[in-house]
């Protein structure tokens, strides 16, 4: 069962996309607080993680560019998400695998991830 770290500070959309992921099957654990990634990615080493840009006093891009950066989890695949006018650029730049537009439906959440899992 594929793990996902899903990062959100919006505790209830986080609630509603850790439910449709379990409900999809898969593993998932939840964080609010965008300084924990790091910690939680060394300490579980999810398969997927699906993060929100705006992440109160941290920015899931920034995020994402460390992890992409290090040797030990530059491979696991970054999804990231808001609704914010993000430029094209910047997820480039923060070398995500994907972006999605929120809002968002399930459909579109679980393809993205489907299209990411290792081995497909």
Known sequence: MPHILVVDDDADLL??????????????TALQD????VPTVEDITPDIILMDIYLGSTDGRNICKN????????DIPVILYSAGNIT????????????????FNNAEILAKIQSLQ???
């Open 118 to 120: 290792p081995g497909r």
């Open 34 to 37: 965008g300084t924990k990634v």
């Open 88 to 103: 094209s650029q910047s997820i480039k730049e923060s070398m995500a695998d994907s972006f999605i537009v929120k809002p």
């Open 67 to 74: 992890l992409k950066s290090s040797d030990k989890f530059h």
């Open 15 to 28: 609630e509603l996309v850790t439910l449709v992921l379990k409900r999809s099957h898969y593993q998932v």
